[in-house]
């Protein structure tokens, strides 16, 4: 079994996996699963977006990044219209990137 130092963790490993789901050799990652990557990662920039739409989770538990995701997600499941889902390929993938825009966009 080889490791490849690169994939293993961190934004090289998330960024595999975005282009291994839309490639559609794997399925893409259920909202659970997006919300315990952006808890385990809180100094990358989807958790760093969630505090900045005023999501107070810094120095809380995994559960509170957990449901402050789950609410963004959703909420913009909600909120969008059909055809602006097809046009963005609304997913887990695209919620947690466009979390990480808002915190290169805001700061």
């Not at 920039?45 to 402050?68: C, E, K, P």
Request: aromatic fraction near 12%.
């Amino acid at each position: 079994k080889q490791q490849l130092p690169g994939f293993i963790h961190g934004l090289s490993a998330l960024q595999f996996l975005n282009n291994a789901v839309i490639s559609g050799l794997v399925k893409e990652p259920t909202p659970d699963a997006t919300a315990t990557f952006i808890d385990k990662h809180r100094a990358m920039g989807s958790f760093q977006g969630l505090m900045l739409l005023g999501y107070d989770i810094d120095g809380r538990g995994s559960n509170w990044t957990r449901a402050a995701f789950l609410h963004f997600y959703h909420h913009l499941g909600a909120s969008l219209a059909s055809e602006d889902k097809n046009v963005l390929q609304f997913s887990t993938i695209f919620a947690e990137h466009l979390l990480c825009k808002v915190k290169r966009y805001c700061t």
